[in-house]
């Protein structure tokens, strides 16, 4: 029976292989099948995200002005050209101009397009005027190790509140509280905060404001803060946005030259050296006319110097006395003069300079650093007392040709010399006379006292 049990299931073993071989080519076709089904459906996702509007980024570091301001109205107009989802603003600012602030803010209100915030990179801070920036956005946000705060308003020009009168400063403190927290509202943030940090000048760091509802929240890098906001909805004038930003491909927007250069200008330091280096530049050009290049440039640097110091909250006193030393240099070194005009200038250029090393409360970096301040002023003071010095000794040097160079030169009487005689001076024979008579032997050294003509007067040297 064993037998017989192992030969009756023998025939069934040896015709399974069989089956199995025959339907081996339907299996891998469909095995291949869905393999390339899922290779499809992979492949369209990806060509989905792909097609998903890009996420621009613009880098908004540095102060506050007319160039920051068209940069980012520039930026956001390009965002909704292309149709973008969503526009970054990477801030990193001391604060800045009331104005440009105000411009900024307007026209993220008005976008037809997400804008976010981002207080970015780590050490970055929203001072000032960027407070007001950040929350008027969409989304605000901040990356660790950052601070937001101090949006106290300083009046421009030097002096900040001391200039104005208690009810004048009210006025303006109240505009801006105002202000914050219409944004506050509009955008569902903590409005008491916001009015803190104009009235107190208080600040917060990054933790502390997502706990204060002051922002949204906290992301390490550009790509985690597009992770954690994917899926919120964003509400536009007219409309709700729903984003997706979650690996959505970014875009930066980068400042065009004449925007840099506008931005850079806009730093005291530089506005500074370009007032200084320029004044210099035409102080040459009027001193040495036909040069051309030096007056042009000169020109180009001092009108550029004056616009970026017109938009600083500095003292003007400071400007108009750099400008009056300018003019003191170029009026001694015209005139002749024995010194006096370049010692004024070099007080009035110092004072000037010590002038611009202070800002109002709280706009520290409207400041001109005051090494770069001494360190200009000593340079100043000791190009101009060269030149002036030169200037000086040229004016006492003894002329070299014509008549005055012969007053005071020294002769031989070629013949004796009474009512009339013969002199050589400089390698040329002179007919010469003494003044009262007096007669010179011949031989003897004699030395003039005036020139008529081609007559000398000579006297016993």
Known sequence: MSIGFYSSHAAPATRLPRRLASDRPKRLKLVLGWLALSLALVAGRAA???ARPPVLVAQAHGEINPAMAGYIDRAITQAEAEGAQLLVIALDTPGGLDQSMRDITQRILAARVPVAVYVYPPGARSASAGVYITYSAHIAAMAPSTNIGSAHPVLAGGGGDQQLTPEMNAKITNDAAAWIRSLAEQRGRNGEWAEQAVRESVNLTASEAVEQHVVDLVANDVNDLL????GRTVHLPGRDVRLATAGAPTQ???MSP??????????????????????LALIYELG?????LPGVVGGIAVILALYAL????????????????????LADLLLGGN????VGGIFSFLIGSLLLTTSPEGQAWAQVPVQLAVGTSITMALLFGLLVGAAIRAHRRRPVNGVEAMLGQVGVARTPIANEGTVFIGGELWSASTPDGQPIPEGMRVRVLAVNGLHLSVQPA
């Not at 992770?227 to 994917?230: E, F, L, P, S, Y």
């Not at 017109?310 to 240099?329: D, E, K, Q, S």
């Open 227 to 230: 992770n954690k906001i994917d």
């Open 339 to 342: 010194g006096i005009l370049t």
């Open 258 to 279: 004449v925007e840099r250069l506008m931005l850079a200008i806009g730093d005291p330091s530089v506005a500074y050296l370009l007032l200084s280096l320029g004044g």
């Open 288 to 292: 040495n006319p036909g040069a051309i």
């Open 310 to 329: 017109g938009t600083l909250p500095i003292n003007m006193a400071g400007v108009g006395l750099i400008l009056f030393a300018l003019l003191l240099f």
């Open 48 to 50: 989905a995200q792909d």
């Open 252 to 254: 930066p927007i980068d």
